[in-house]
């Protein structure tokens, strides 16, 4: 069993930043590749940003690439996403989910993703 838990959201202006964390209090991340997604009213949940196990490669949607950053510590079993130069757009649900296979690379494909937190509101005024 795993557990994550999306921290760090919350309501800001347009332009703004925020840093959502991503950890994982039951279980390990650390030899799993992350994703983040995003799920606005309405609209199909979405691929936004995922880091390999090893933190050598990332890969990001075209909408959020040069604005958002993805890292990770797996000394503190723990992902980060950074968010800056934030947008109206942007106002989303955002939720980790971890890779279903060990050592796995990263997609954008959902399905590929097997244990998910239960997300935070990130909300951009403008």
């Known amino acids: 069993q795993v557990q994550l838990v999306e921290s760090g959201g919350g309501l800001v202006q347009a332009g703004g930043s925020l840093r959502l964390s991503c950890a994982a209090f039951v279980g390990t991340i650390r030899t799993f590749a992350v994703g983040w997604f995003r799920q606005a009213p309405g609209k199909e949940r979405e691929f936004v940003a995922g880091v390999s196990w090893s933190a050598d490669t990332t890969s990001y949607a075209d909408s959020v690439r040069g604005r958002f950053t993805i890292a990770r510590d797996n000394a503190k079993n723990t992902v980060f996403l950074q968010m800056d130069g934030l947008k109206p757009e942007d106002t989303a649900v955002y939720s980790c989910?971890?890779?279903?296979?060990?050592?796995?690379?990263?997609?954008?494909?959902?399905?590929?993703?097997?244990?998910w937190g239960q997300g935070t509101q990130v909300t951009v005024s403008s």
């Open positions: 989910a971890r890779r279903s296979q060990r050592f796995a690379p990263v997609v954008s494909f959902k399905g590929d993703y097997d244990y």
